[in-house]
């Protein structure tokens, strides 16, 4: 019995693409299972893994890495992903199969959930109990856990990014790399990614790694009024996020944004301006390990979660932390 975690690359950047920090996460999460020990499986880069993947999967502890060859997967298509992790499972023997909450893991988790008709865990935060496996995993935008039980021959289940902090094995490994090859069919593959293109003015990935957030909501004004959060960010060494209607109303884009339906968020810091903290944007920076709220009216819920607040005027306090800095 041992377990299998569905990893995935790091958006591409300079050097060499390594694993995900979603991805280090989830072997981190798969350590606490039961077992003879962790597998991973990475679908979409053909041919060999690269140095940085494999020395990222030896702290992590992994024993084999599954890949595949085939050039058509080189697109996204969760169907033909999926039988590629299947057939991990297969050679594997693996009673667990995670993957990270991505959008991505939780598709693909969800096809092989069907192929062997099991129930699916998406968002797991912890574990509950081993034998019989019982899990909590986040509902509602985050707002709310749920236990929900994974018994029989297969548990499968996403675990939610942050739910754990990635850190190394206490047994490192010297991973081997092994192909697994799979038939695809045409309906394997009649959804597929066709075409990708680079967003404009960054990434997702600058904005989940940050350690010190400074994020803005409506209570900002207009798009022209970010100077002193942008300037703040800067100076802490951290990174811009908005709440959704702050990308509704097209005042920054949407990569920028925090919370269900944008990027989930871990900083040390999270400083939020502005921001009333609707489940949504909620469930996307509850992790963070301190929330310093910026408000005018005090009995807003992200006030009243936030660990310190302020009450004022963001372009009042703002300006003013910059001055205490200097």
Known sequence: MSVLVLVEMEDPGQGEAGLSVVAEETLTFARGLPGEG??????????????????????QGVRTLFVSTDAQLERYAALAWARVVDAGLQVSGAAYLLGGGTPCGNEVLAHVAAIHDVPMAANVVHIVQLDPLEVERQVVGGAVLERIGLGGQLAVASVAGHAVAPAPSAEP?????????VELTPADLVAQVRRSEAREGGDTSALAGASVVVGVGRGVGGADRFAAAEALAERLGGSVGVSRVVTSLGWRPHHEQVGQTGSRISPDLYLACGISGAIQHWAGCSSSRTI??????????MVTKARYAVIGDMHEVLPALLDELG
């Open 38 to 59: 962790v597998h991973a499986v990475l679908v979409g880069q053909v041919g060999q893994p690269g140095e940085r993947v494999l020395a990222q999967c030896r702290e």
């Open 173 to 181: 490994t010297q991973p081997t790399v092994e192909q697994v090859a």
């Open 292 to 301: 310093i709220a910026v408000n005018t009216d005090e009995e807003a819920p």
